[in-house]
C-alpha cells in the first residue's frame, strides 16, 4: 500500500520546482525543494492526511498487522496527526463514540469525524 504510486499526483506545485528564497541557508533550500517535490507529501495533501507518515504507518500494518483488532488507540506525541487519523479509520472513531485518544505538547486541530 505504501509503495510509491506509479503517476505521480499533483498538487499545487509542478514536481522539480526550485525554491527561490535568497534569504533562506543553501541546505534550508534544498529540504523545502526535496519536501514540496515528495510524492507522498503530495499524495497525502490529495487524501486529506495531515502528513506523509501515514504512508509509513500503513506500510507497518500492511506488514505486521499492528492495528488488527485494535479497539481504542492512545497516540503519543500525536502531532501533526496522520497517524491518528489513520487510528480512527481503523477504529471507527466517531464525534460521538471516541476510540482515539491524540496526545502531544503542540497543539491540533480535531478530525473530522
Excluded: C
Excluded at 26 to 55: L, M
Amino acid at each position: 500500500m505504501a509503495k510509491t504510486p506509479a503517476k505521480p499526483v499533483r498538487v499545487g506545485r509542478k514536481l522539480g520546482q526550485k525554491v527561490k528564497k535568497t534569504k533562506l541557508k543553501a541546505s534550508s533550500r534544498r529540504w523545502i525543494e526535496r519536501h514540496i517535490n515528495d510524492p507522498y507529501v503530495q499524495r497525502a495533501k490529495t487524501e486529506g492526511f495531515r502528513a506523509r507518515a501515514a504512508y509509513k504507518l500503513l506500510e507497518i500494518d500492511e506488514k505486521h498487522q499492528i492495528l488488527k483488532g485494535a479497539r481504542r488507540i492512545i497516540d503519543l506525541g500525536a502531532a501533526p496527526g496522520s497517524w491518528s487519523q489513520i487510528a480512527a479509520k481503523v477504529t471507527g472513531s466517531t464525534d460521538t463514540e471516541v476510540r482515539v485518544a491524540a496526545i502531544d505538547f503542540l497543539e491540533m486541530a480535531r478530525f473530522p469525524a
